[in-house]
C-alpha cells in the first residue's frame, strides 16, 4: 500500500468513527449495527489483503473491492459510481451486466437507493418488493426486480462531509445484511472512496485473467454536451437541462446515453412549441 494511500485510508476511517450509528439505519430499513468497531485495524487489514490478492501483483483499483464485497458481503454484483459538481452520475465499474443495467436505471431515473446514499446515509433495502420501496421509487423498483435485482446496499463514497459517489451491492435474492457482512461493507466502501482519492483514472485495466471489466459506459461524455446543448436551446440550468433529458429517455423508454447521443448529432433538438411543449428533431 502506498503511503499516501494508507494515509487516506486513516483520514477515511476518522470521518467513519463518528458516522457508524447513522450507517447503521438507511431510508429503508435498519440493522441495529450501532456502534460495533467497523473500521477496527484488523477488519481493515484482513480485507485489504484480499483486495491486494484479487489484484494478483497488478494495480489495486475498484474492480477488486467490488470482488471481495461479493464475496465477503454475501452479494450476487457490485458497482461503483462517482458523482461531480453539476453532472450526472457515472458508473467506474459495474461486474456484470446486471450491475450495469441497474446503474444505468439510476442515471435516466434520477432515483433508487444508490441515487438517495450520494445525499443521505447508506440506503439499505433488503427487498425492492416492500411496498414502502415500490411507493419511495415508484419506477426504479419495479424496473431494477425485472432485471433481477431484490435487494440493494448503497454506501456512499466520503471523507467528512465530502461525497465521490457510491458502492452498490446487489442481491438476486431479499434478505438483510447481519453485522459483519454490513461491517465489512462499510470498510470496503471507505477503501474504494480511498482508491478514488489516491489514484488518477486508469480507464480500462485489464484483469488478472485477461479479461476486461464490463463496460459501463462511463464516461458518459455525449451526456454532459448533450446536457450543454440543452441548458443554450431551453435557456435553462443544468440541472434543469438533465431533468428534461432524463424525462424524454423515460418517457420514449431509452437509455439517456442514447438519447444524449442523438441530441449531439443533432438528430433531436430541445425546442419545445409555445402551445403544445413537443420537441423535434434535425
Known sequence: ???????????????????????????IGSTGLGWVDVMSADR??????????????????????????????????????????ASPRETMYASDPVAAE?????????E??????????????????????LARWPVFAPAALRAGVRAVFALP??????????????????????????ADALVLADTACALLLDTAPRGEQPRSDGAGPEPAGSPHSEV???????TVQLGVTVAVALVRLRAYAYAHDRRLRDVAADVVARRLRFDPDAETGRYRGG
Open 44 to 85: 481493515r487489514m484482513r480485507l485489504w489483503g484480499l483486495v491486494v490478492q484479487r489484484a494478483g501483483g497488478g494495480p489495486v483499483c475498484v474492480e477488486y473491492v467490488c470482488a471481495v464485497a461479493m464475496s465477503a458481503v454475501g452479494v450476487d454484483r457490485a458497482a461503483v459510481a462517482v458523482v461531480l459538481s
Open 112 to 133: 433508487g437507493p444508490g441515487v438517495d446514499a450520494l445525499t443521505g446515509g447508506p440506503a439499505l433495502v433488503a427487498d425492492l418488493m416492500a411496498a414502502d420501496c
Open 102 to 110: 441497474v446503474e444505468e436505471l439510476a442515471l435516466t431515473l434520477g
Open 1 to 27: 500500500m502506498s503511503r499516501s494511500l494508507s494515509y487516506v485510508i486513516r483520514l477515511v476511517a476518522v470521518a467513519r468513527t463518528v458516522e457508524v450509528s447513522e450507517a447503521a439505519r438507511g431510508p
Open 157 to 182: 463514497l466520503q471523507v467528512g462531509g465530502i461525497r465521490l459517489g457510491v458502492l452498490d451491492l446487489y442481491r438476486a435474492g431479499p434478505g438483510e445484511l447481519d453485522r459483519e457482512q454490513l
Open 224 to 230: 454532459h454536451q448533450a446536457t450543454g446543448m440543452i
